[in-house]
């Protein structure tokens, strides 16, 4: 199993830009979340997913979208981008949606908007 | 209001020292879980251990170790015998049955092992 995976790994944007931050996973969770890491400020959920075809927001959603098309995939969509969204960025998976369940986190996408 | 708080924003220690980080926690549900999570500097988010709310016991694994209390709401971690491979942020988080899964993040414990 490759676990989580993110892609890219690095981008750099220009205010109002437009990007997606790809996440899959292989292990048939049904649980996706995507955070952001700030300095100092630990981590923040941004969106997640209980399932395909159900979203919902986090502490942090504006400025992303999301969607779950299929149980393998939860892409994070920056519509027009702006430096206060300059972070690392992590998606995570899990297996339980019901219960409280650990969650297992991709390698991070580092995006810097300029 | 703050649901996790990890006091010590960094700590260092020479090696073969023990350390102790700290994690108090809020939270109003009877059922949640504790983690804690260590990023080392190439930046992946590594799980290290779960705790449920109703298993207050102690844990040790190899050189680490959990002290769970409720009585005081923390969740403390502690190293023996550091190595210079313990140096990353260590992340204390929880989950609340009521909140479908969400993770609450303490803001992390820079630790660095001093050779």
């Known amino acids: 199993n490759a676990g989580v995976t993110q892609t890219p790994k690095f981008q750099v944007l220009k205010t109002g830009q437009s990007m997606t931050l790809q996440c899959a996973q292989d292990m048939n969770h049904e649980y996706m979340s995507w955070y952001r890491q700030d300095p100092g400020m630990g981590l923040r959920l941004i969106h997640y997913?209980?399932?395909?075809?159900?979203?919902d927001q986090g502490e942090v959603p504006n400025g992303y979208n999301v969607s779950r098309s299929t149980t393998e995939d939860f892409p994070l969509r920056l519509l027009s981008a702006a430096p206060s969204q300059t972070s690392v960025y992590f998606c995570a998976s899990s297996y339980s949606v019901s219960g409280v369940d650990t969650q297992y986190f991709g390698p991070g996408t580092r995006l810097t908007v300029l | 209001a703050q649901k996790v708080t990890q006091a010590q924003t960094e700590i260092s220690v020479v090696e073969k020292e023990d350390v102790t980080l700290d994690c108090v926690y809020e939270?109003?549900?009877?059922?949640?879980?504790l983690f804690w999570y260590k990023q080392p500097p190439s930046g992946e988010l590594v799980f290290l251990i779960r705790r449920n709310s109703f298993d207050e016991q102690n844990e040790i694994s190899g050189r680490y170790s959990w002290n769970f209390q409720k009585s005081t709401s923390s969740f403390n971690f502690t190293i023996t015998a550091s190595q210079v491979v313990d140096s990353a942020v260590y992340f204390c988080a929880l989950s609340e049955a009521i909140s479908s899964n969400q993770f609450y993040f303490g803001t992390g414990t820079s630790l660095t092992v001093i050779p």
């Open positions: 939270t109003r549900d009877t059922t949640y879980y």
């Open positions: 997913s209980v399932g395909a075809g159900i979203t």
